[in-house]
T-cell receptor, first 113, second 111 residues
Framework: GENVEQHPSTLSVQEGDSAVIKCTYS??????FPWYKQELGKRPQLIID?????GEKKDQRIAVTLNKTAKHFSLHITETQPEDSAVYFC????????????FGKGTLLTVNP | DAGITQSPRHKVTETGTPVTLRCHQT?????MYWYRQDPGHGLRLIHY???????DKGEVSDGYSVSRSKTEDFLLTLESATSSQTSVYFC??????????FGPGTRLTVT
């Protein structure tokens, strides 16, 4: 089955700096890669996703890049703010296999004012 | 947030007792999923459903069963709860385009 590795497990940045979280996946048939943000005590929230026919996608201060050849994808957050502090999860899916997601173990991002 | 509710939101139970968690959706989505979340493990799929009465196992299904008799409800049952099943349980729904939306979660403690 699919295996998703996520790094780093913790990341601390100063407000205004950029943050990058990286994930690798094992199943070359995976074609959908979402990112979720989870604040303390809350549910995971989908913040951005990318499909395998696209190399990069942006939404305001967040962007995701995908390298299918190397089987890795990354989340980029620019101009970080304290409210970006949360746990971020990447995931991968083969799509047609009932759309099951395999998640990475998460990255705790702390943005220091 | 998508129209997903989970009940109960918190539960404390004793080892060996049966426990049923409920996920209810008002979105009429076809797919429903149960995950557990534990520190250091992220979110792991327990069981999922791809239609009424259609269910299948995920990666950590031992000790759990599910049922889906209506589109809107997906039940997760721990037949005989163990301390290793202490966790936060999340339900998620999807229309089938990959995007999954999560419920608020149930914190279960087995003593």
């Amino acid at each position: 089955g699919e295996n998703v590795e996520q790094h780093p497990s913790t990341l601390s940045v100063q407000e205004g700096d950029s943050a990058v979280i990286k994930c690798t996946y094992s199943d070359s048939a995976s074609n959908y890669f979402p990112w979720y943000k989870q604040e303390l005590g809350k549910r995971p929230q989908l913040i951005i996703d990318i499909r395998s026919n696209v190399g990069e996608k942006k939404d305001q201060r967040i962007a995701v890049t995908l390298n299918k050849t190397a089987k890795h994808f990354s989340l980029h957050i620019t101009e970080t703010q304290p409210e970006d502090s949360a746990v971020y999860f990447c995931a991968a899916s083969r799509g047609g296999s009932n759309y099951k997601l395999t998640f990475g173990k998460g990255t705790l991002l702390t943005v220091n004012p | 947030d998508a129209g997903i509710t989970q009940s109960p939101r918190h539960k404390v139970t004793e080892t060996g007792t049966p426990v049923t968690l409920r996920c209810h959706q008002t979105e009429n989505h076809r797919y429903m999923y149960w995950y557990r979340q534990d520190p250091g493990h992220g979110l792991r799929l327990i069981h999922y459903s791809y239609g009424v009465k259609d269910t299948d196992k995920g990666e950590v299904s031992d000790g759990y069963s599910v049922s889906r008799s209506k589109t809107e409800d997906f039940l997760l049952t721990l037949e005989s709860a163990t301390s290793s099943q202490t966790s936060v349980y999340f339900c998620a729904i999807s229309e089938g385009g990959n995007e999954q939306y999560f419920g608020p979660g149930t914190r279960l403690t087995v003593t």
